[in-house]
C-alpha cells in the first residue's frame, strides 16, 4: 500500500520568516495530495491540495509544490503569523474502486510560529 | 462545519466492553469514513463506506465493526474495547460531485479504554 514520511516532525520559525514542510509518497498511482491543517482541540481542514496534473499551486500565502517523479511534494508558508501555529499533515491519495479518494496521511509536523 | 457531527465527543470505557461511536452528515454525501488518530501515526483509514450497505476496509480495521443502512449516518461499534483502541476517532464525509476531492472532518470523539 501507500507510504507517507513527512519531515520535520516539528518546526520552529520566526514570526514573518517562511516555513517549509516536506513529504514523500511510495505509490506512483496517487494522484491527488491534499494538506490539513488541525489546530489544538480541533479537526483536521483542507487547507489547499494540488493534483498530479500540475507542478505547483498557490493561494495567498501557502503554497504546494509537486515533483511526481521524485515522489515528493511540499508546503511552503510565507510571512508566518501566529495563526499558522498548527499541526500540519499532508496526505497522498488515489481512488478507490467505488471512486472515493483513499487518502493516506503523513505522521503530521508541528508547527510554531515564534512572536 | 456543522453539517457533519459526531457523538459522544468524549468517552471513557472498560476493556471488554462494545461502544459504538456515532457519525451523522446533512450533506447528502455518498462517502464516508473512520479514522483514528495517535501520536506518531497522523490519521490512520479503519473503514469507509460507498453508499448504504457498501463499506470496506482501511489500513486499520481489525477489532472495528461498521454498518450504514442510511445514507446519513455511518456508526463505528468496538465490539470489545482494548486499550489499545484508546485514540481520538474522527469521522469524515465525501461528496460524488465531479472534481470535489475534499473529505470534511467531523469534530472528533476522545475514547479511552481504561
Known amino acids: 500500500g501507500e507510504n507517507v514520511e513527512q519531515h520535520p516532525s516539528t518546526l520552529s520559525v520566526q514570526e514573518g520568516d517562511s516555513a517549509v514542510i516536506k513529504c514523500t509518497y511510495s505509490?506512483?498511482?496517487?494522484?491527488?495530495f491534499p494538506w490539513y491543517k488541525q489546530e489544538l482541540g480541533k479537526r483536521p481542514q483542507l487547507i489547499i491540495d494540488?493534483?498530479?496534473?500540475?507542478g505547483e499551486k498557490k493561494d495567498q500565502r501557502i503554497a504546494v509544490t509537486l515533483n511526481k517523479t521524485a515522489k515528493h511534494f511540499s508546503l511552503h508558508i510565507t510571512e508566518t503569523q501566529p495563526e499558522d501555529s498548527a499541526v500540519y499533515f499532508c496526505?497522498?491519495?488515489?481512488?478507490?474502486?467505488?471512486?472515493?479518494?483513499?487518502?493516506?496521511f503523513g505522521t503530521g509536523t508541528r508547527l510554531t510560529i515564534i512572536p | 462545519d456543522a453539517g457533519i457531527t459526531q457523538s459522544p465527543r468524549y468517552k471513557i470505557t472498560e476493556t471488554g466492553r462494545q461502544v459504538t461511536l456515532m457519525c451523522h452528515q446533512t450533506?447528502?454525501?455518498?462517502?464516508m469514513f473512520w479514522y483514528r488518530q495517535d501520536l506518531g501515526h497522523g490519521l490512520r483509514l479503519i473503514y469507509y463506506?460507498?453508499?448504504?450497505?457498501?463499506?470496506d476496509k482501511g489500513e486499520v480495521p481489525d477489532g472495528y465493526v461498521v454498518s450504514r443502512s442510511k445514507t446519513e449516518n455511518f456508526p463505528l461499534t468496538l465490539e470489545s474495547a482494548t486499550r489499545s483502541q484508546t485514540s481520538v476517532y474522527f469521522c469524515?464525509?465525501?461528496?460524488?460531485?465531479?472534481?470535489?476531492?475534499?473529505?470534511?472532518f467531523g469534530p472528533g470523539t476522545r475514547l479511552t479504554v481504561t
Open positions: 496526505a497522498a491519495s488515489k481512488k478507490s474502486n467505488f471512486g472515493n479518494e483513499k487518502l493516506t
Open positions: 505509490d506512483s498511482a496517487s494522484n491527488y
Open positions: 494540488i493534483r498530479s496534473n500540475v
Open positions: 450533506w447528502s454525501h455518498s462517502y
Open positions: 463506506s460507498a453508499a448504504a450497505d457498501i463499506t
Open positions: 469524515a464525509s465525501e461528496s460524488n460531485a465531479a472534481g470535489d476531492r475534499e473529505q470534511y
